[in-house]
């Protein structure tokens, strides 16, 4: 089992809709989770440091289920621009893990 | 300057030349990472810095060799590329735990020809 696992998808969402994906992790021990977005062609961006209690910015909110090791962000009101590959990455003992990330299509 | 930089943005290389790409950052992060993505591929961890010293080497061939002088610089020197090396070469940084992610640099985009 892949230690961060993700949807490769592509998503296909209308713009407006609300869309969430989520991510798996293998490894208990983890300790902390970022969403990054990474546009094509570019560097990674951190999107969003996600807390145990959940946290929302803007359109975006991230979630932390440590009892089901899963990680998940949900975007609402989509927007063209979200149109991007979203990456999850867990830190493990000092060491960060990418996900190969989920591709999203926001249609207009 | 703030964030991480790195030069070139752009590298056409011949599979005899001996290049370098080089990476600085301004965060006062203390680790630093060279990151290789090809086309439609995941990120592929070539080489961790802490502290400047070398704390990982991911099976990578011995034509990368990283160079770490200080915690605000990091180099990879190439020499005898193939092809399949062409990729995006991506440099990060991050505090030792990288407890509040990475930041990344704009990439080198190598062209092995």
């Known amino acids: 089992r892949k230690e961060v696992e993700q949807d490769p998808g592509p998503f296909n969402v209308p713009e407006g809709a609300t869309v969430a994906f989520n991510c798996t992790y293998s490894n208990s021990a983890s300790q902390s989770f970022f969403w990054y977005r990474q546009d094509c062609r570019k560097e990674p961006k951190l999107l969003m440091s996600?807390?145990?209690s959940g946290n929302e910015d803007g359109r975006f909110t991230a979630q932390l289920n440590r009892a089901s090791q899963y990680i998940s962000l949900l975007i609402r009101d989509s927007k063209l621009s979200d149109s991007a590959t979203y990456l999850c990455?867990?830190?493990?003992?000092?060491?960060?893990?990418f996900g190969k990330g989920t591709r999203l299509h926001i249609l207009p | 300057e703030t964030g991480v930089t790195q030069t070139p943005r752009h590298l056409v290389m011949g599979m005899t030349n001996k290049k370098s790409l080089k990476c600085e950052q301004h965060?006062?992060?203390?680790?630093m990472y060279w990151y290789k993505q090809s086309a439609k591929k995941p990120l592929e961890l070539m080489f961790v810095?802490?502290?400047?010293?070398?704390?990982e080497n991911n099976s990578v061939p011995s034509r990368f060799s990283p160079e770490c002088p200080n915690s605000s610089h990091l180099f990879l020197h190439l020499h005898t590329l193939q092809p399949e090396d062409s990729a995006l070469y991506l440099c990060?940084?991050?505090?030792?735990?990288?407890?509040?992610?990475?930041?990344f640099g704009s990439g080198t985009r190598l062209t092995v020809v």
């Open positions: 990455v867990v830190n493990r003992d000092d060491k960060i893990i």
């Open positions: 965060l006062g992060h203390n680790a």
């Open positions: 996600v807390y145990s």
């Open positions: 810095y802490s502290l400047e010293e070398r704390v």
């Open positions: 990060a940084s991050s505090q030792v735990q990288a407890l509040y992610g990475y930041t």
